[in-house]
């Protein structure tokens, strides 16, 4: 998975099954290293 489809995943899954505005509860995905989305996502599923 490409780093743009890692984020819209994880933004699709937060939207999905969460009432909360993602952005602001965490911090924007530039600062994230790609093994901290990495690791996010895994924990998704």
Request: hydrophobic share 40%.
């Amino acid at each position: 998975m490409s780093r743009r489809e890692l984020e819209e995943a994880i933004i699709q899954h937060v939207a999905n099954n969460y009432d909360i505005d993602f952005f602001s509860t965490c911090m924007p995905f530039e600062f994230w290293s790609a093994e901290e989305l990495n690791e996010y996502y895994s924990d998704l599923s």
